[in-house]
């Protein structure tokens, strides 16, 4: 290679060099230019936190990924929710025995038994929102069951006159109605599309403090009400560690979109960071024929059980005080008779095993639960059941849980 060709060689790797520092400063000034607010240095006394012009410039996408999505939730789901106050006259059934005796009032003194009100007005207070233009808003029955007086109060400080339609305890259900304009309306979701992790998002007035809101995470689905310690509902719920405290029953449980996947319902007394929620696809089923006055039916047949188990089977053979010879098979044990139940009726006996109905093997109480809850009223049901080394077949025909007395 001649001095000519190695000093041409030389000139172009030097020309390529400064091209590519040149190009490199060019990005690194259109990046500046194009994204002030992403290489802004952190605040100090000195200098200042990016302006919303600056913020204003950086592509919506890129906001978004950055973004507090719990405050978007609630910016979307907020005006819609409400506070419930209510009122109610309890009557006082524990007056003291001896303070109309005038004997005692002679021999004690007038002041020493202060005569008790026969009547008092409980108040409380619970959560709500808005699922209607027309004034429809879902809460727990338990928060306006009742109540002589319903008062419900917006976010934005109007207060209106709430009229119960209708209360359904069994799913501790029931709607509301007031009559405004301009109501803000909550957007509701699907409690089918949700999975165990996804974001929980519990908005409501916990211990009179409004407008509060707490954030955790699905814990789990499908939990019956029985294993959540409320076994007189009848319901799967979504269990969350959201903090769900006395006030916030009847509030929603939204998703990191704002739409509305629970309705916000009980805590467990004994554990931390456990609440549940009715599922909105639950509350979806029935809140127009709440809303139209109707009654909800709840098919039952009056047993307190248990799913039998091989560790259940052997506890009751070592028991001695045992009162039920339990055959090893699967199936549901029945633990109690309710009296003057159609399983009473029918000639069902404490210590019977349940192992089909209507030719469907049962190996849970939440599936026989279930499974008498689809029943429609009227319709007799096929119950194999084991009883000692017998097995008999009995008919049983549904009653309604909510003519039911206990």
Known sequence: ??????????????????????????VTLASLRSFPALVMPPASADNHLPTSEMVAQIPGSVRARAGN???????????????????????????????????????????VFPQMPNEYQQRGQGSGFIIDNSGIILT?????????????????????????????EPTDLAVVKIDGENLPVASLGSSENVRVGDWA??????????????L????????????????DKRLDFIQTDAA????????????DRGEVIGINTAIRADGQGI??????????????????????PHPYIGIRMITLTPEIIEQLKQNPNSLAIVPDTKGVLVMEVIPNSPAA??????????????????TSAEQLQKLVENTNMGQSLSISIQRGTQTQKISVRPGELQDARF
């Open 345 to 362: 009726a029918a000639g069902l006996r404490r210590g019977d095993v349940v192992t089909e109905i209507d030719n469907e093997e049962i």
């Open 201 to 214: 998002i519990a908005v409501g007035n916990p211990l009179g403090l409004d407008n509060t809101v707490t």
């Open 244 to 255: 769900i405290n006395p006030g916030n029953s009847g509030g929603p449980l939204v998703n």
């Open 140 to 168: 727990n029955a338990h928060v306006v069951k009742g109540a002589d007086t319903v008062t419900v109060v917006l976010r934005d400080g109007r207060s209106f006159t709430g009229e119960v339609r209708g209360i359904d």
């Open 275 to 296: 609440g549940f929620a009715i599922p909105i696809d639950k509350a979806k089923d029935i809140k127009d024929r709440l809303a139209r006055g109707e009654k909800i």
């Open 1 to 26: 290679m001649s001095i000519t060709d190695k000093k041409t060689n030389k000139f172009r790797r030097v020309t390529t060099h400064t091209l590519a520092v040149l190009v490199g400063m060019g």
């Open 69 to 111: 999505f719990v405050a978007e939730a609630v910016n979307q789901i907020g005006p819609a929710v409400v506070r419930i106050d209510t009122e109610r006259t309890v009557s006082n059934n524990f007056a003291d025995p001896f303070s109309n005796d005038p004997f005692f009032r002679r021999f004690f003194g007038e002041g």
């Open 216 to 231: 955790g995470i699905v814990s789990t689905l499908k939990r019956p009400s029985s294993q959540a310690g409320i076994p």
